[in-house]
């Protein structure tokens, strides 16, 4: 069906001995985020850039997804478990601390969107309000160190250090008041509110530490746009009341995604799939949708309404397609249904591919897109990124340097022609239906005219970074990433694209890197990291002779 299963780890599979790794996990994602956003405060109080504004809203569906993820948590942890135990206080405890670093993220929102104007200007006490914000990033990192232990002391800490901001944003309003009349009544209207939402975000910091005590000492989602919903009832000929609604994905763009199904009529299943979020990102996959149904309209789910919620966000109901995901066919190891599915994936694709195909030729740059996404892999898993290193006389250069090297050769290395292209070709975006034996392509609102070889890289990586670690069903899943490999050969032979290997092994590096960062089991992900490495620098070393005649190391990148 038209959902995305994202499936929480049961990680402590005896009820007697319950884990709290998975909220864990959860909690540091979003430490990360908190983090993200305090750095856009500060560049906000350098530049005052009208720019940031669109930027750090569009980091509030993701902040949102994870809230969502430790609503879903918390209650599979509290299952058929008794109140008054310590277990049940501390999983109270963590959903609190995660409900605080919510709001730290939609305090530090506020401080940008009080202070843009439409021109920018300069903030009276500019340089002593980056200054706090630093202060204030200094503190969450102490409850980076101390979420998985120590919690009541890190809470103690963070409360102590909360009185010193205090004290420090109230030296930071005298000096902004001094300035008042160097400043036009806007310009003192917008600076006043973003301080007070600057001083809401070091309070906010206290409910941080209360919540981490209570982590230590013990103490589902659902739509809320009605009017929305009662459209989308409307458009089925329901009256609402008649339907259900649940949620079916908790997605990394925070739109959120719902089924509608009668609510007596069993048998009827589900009805069509509504989904809400950013409003662009909306208006880009229904045309995306479009684009592809203009090729084929079997290829993707027709868009039955379209509303727009706010200047920001959108609603969309979508005709619902049977079927399941190439995620779930292959983590439920059904080697028939992935065979006869990657079977008619590739008929589907070389259709499409030979049917959009134009003689423009383009360049993917996958070591640009893997500079301006590295930062997040890195902010996950530091100990990946080290500096240049010398043993013995050799040389091991670091990963920077590395993707610059490639970077300069990757120029050369241009597809000879232009496709049409999904943009996020992962295995939860690929629906096969087994009764129609065919292929549905959602989430198209990154479909565009490129380079293929992305989303066979980007559906390989996706094959690979699946959370089964071993054993029959690992087996099947390498095998079939390397069918995809074979399928993409063929039809560059037959295209006559000499630089395939090259460009699919840069974007396999690409992938494999930025991938790292939805992963937090670091067995996982430093493999996933160490294979980016070896392409990268068997693609460093390469002459421009050695590019006609290079083929990709797949028996290196897919053994385990």
């Known amino acids: 069906m038209y959902s995305k299963r994202h499936s929480i780890d049961v990680k402590d599979d005896m009820p007697s001995a319950p884990s709290l790794s998975t909220l864990q996990e959860h909690v540091y994602f979003l430490l990360n985020e908190v983090e993200t956003h305090c750095h856009l405060v500060e560049l906000f109080f350098k530049s005052n850039s009208t720019e940031l504004l669109p930027r750090i809203r569009g980091r509030r569906g993701y902040v949102q997804t994870l809230r969502e993820k430790v609503?879903?948590?918390?209650?599979?942890?509290?299952?058929?478990?008794?109140?008054?135990?310590?277990?049940?206080?501390?999983?109270?405890?963590?959903?609190?601390?995660?409900?605080?670093?919510?709001?730290?993220?939609?305090?530090?929102?506020?401080?940008?969107?009080?202070?843009?104007?439409?021109?920018?200007?300069?903030?009276?006490?500019?340089?002593?309000?980056?200054?706090?914000?630093?202060?204030?990033?200094?503190?969450?990192?102490?409850?980076?160190?101390?979420?998985?232990?120590?919690?009541?002391?890190?809470?103690?800490?963070?409360?102590?250090?909360?009185?010193?901001?205090?004290?420090?944003?109230?030296?930071?309003?005298?000096?902004?008041?001094?300035?008042?009349?160097?400043?036009?009544?806007?310009?003192?209207?917008a600076t006043i509110l973003s301080n007070l939402s600057l001083k809401r975000l070091i309070e906010q910091l206290s409910v941080v530490a209360e919540a981490l005590i209570k982590a230590d000492l013990g103490q589902v989602a659902t739509l809320q746009n009605y009017s929305h919903l009662l459209d989308s009832a409307a458009n089925l000929n329901y009256d609402l009341r008649d339907l259900k609604v649940r949620r079916l994905a908790l997605t990394r763009s925070g739109s959120a995604i719902a089924a509608i199904s009668h609510k007596n009529e069993s048998g009827k299943g589900i009805l069509a799939v509504y989904k809400e979020g950013d409003r662009a990102k909306i208006e880009e996959e229904v045309a995306g949708v479009n684009h592809w149904r203009d090729i084929d309209p079997r290829l993707a789910p027709s868009v039955l309404s379209q509303t727009g919620m706010t200047d920001e966000q959108s609603s969309l109901l979508i005709e619902h397609i049977p079927g399941k995901t190439l995620e779930a066919l292959l983590l439920e190891g059904d080697q028939d249904g992935v065979k006869t599915a990657l079977k008619m994936l590739f008929k589907t694709l070389n259709q499409t591919w030979k049917t959009t195909l134009t003689e423009e030729s383009c360049t993917a740059n996958f070591m640009q897109q893997l500079q301006k996404r590295i930062g997040d892999s890195r902010k996950v898993h530091p100990e990946f990124f080290k500096d240049e290193e010398r043993i013995c006389g050799y040389v091991s250069p670091s990963f920077d340097s590395l993707i610059r090297t490639v970077s300069k050769q990757e120029a050369q290395w241009r597809a000879p022609f232009s496709v049409l292209m999904h943009g996020d070709f992962n295995v939860d975006n690929l629906i096969y239906d087994d009764i129609e034996k065919r292929v549905y392509f959602i989430d198209l609102?990154?479909?565009?005219?490129?380079?293929?070889?992305?989303?066979?890289?980007?559906?390989?990586?996706?094959?690979?970074?699946?959370?089964?670690?071993?054993?029959?069903?690992?087996?099947?899943?390498?095998?079939?990433?390397?069918?995809?490999?074979q399928f993409g050969r063929r039809f560059a032979k037959r295209q006559q694209d000499t630089t395939f290997e090259v460009r699919l092994a840069a974007g396999l590096a690409r992938s494999f890197a930025t991938s790292t960062?939805?992963?937090?089991?670091?067995?996982?992900?430093?493999?996933?990291?160490?294979?980016?490495?070896?392409?990268?620098?068997?693609l460093a070393k390469l002459s421009p002779e050695d590019t006609q005649t290079f083929t990709l190391p797949l028996k290196d990148l897919y053994v385990e």
């Not at 699946?466 to 069918?483: C, D, F, H, N, W």
């Open 517 to 538: 960062r939805f992963i937090f089991d670091k067995k996982l992900a430093s493999r996933m990291h160490l294979r980016a490495r070896y392409l990268l620098e068997r």
């Open 71 to 189: 609503d879903i948590e918390t209650a599979r942890l509290l299952d058929n478990r008794k109140s008054r135990t310590k277990f049940h206080a501390q999983v109270r405890g963590m959903h609190s601390l995660v409900i605080a670093l919510e709001m730290l993220t939609q305090h530090c929102f506020d401080c940008i969107r009080e202070g843009t104007l439409e021109a920018p200007y300069e903030h009276p006490a500019s340089q002593d309000c980056r200054k706090l914000i630093k202060r204030i990033a200094r503190a969450l990192n102490l409850v980076k160190v101390g979420v998985g232990e120590n919690r009541r002391r890190t809470g103690i800490k963070l409360g102590r250090r909360t009185h010193k901001l205090l004290s420090q944003y109230n030296d930071l309003q005298t000096l902004t008041l001094q300035a008042k009349l160097t400043l036009s009544d806007e310009e003192l209207r």
């Open 445 to 485: 609102h990154r479909a565009s005219y490129f380079d293929y070889v992305q989303d066979l890289s980007v559906l390989m990586v996706s094959i690979y970074r699946l959370q089964v670690l071993s054993g029959v069903t690992r087996q099947k899943m390498m095998e079939s990433a390397k069918e995809i490999y």
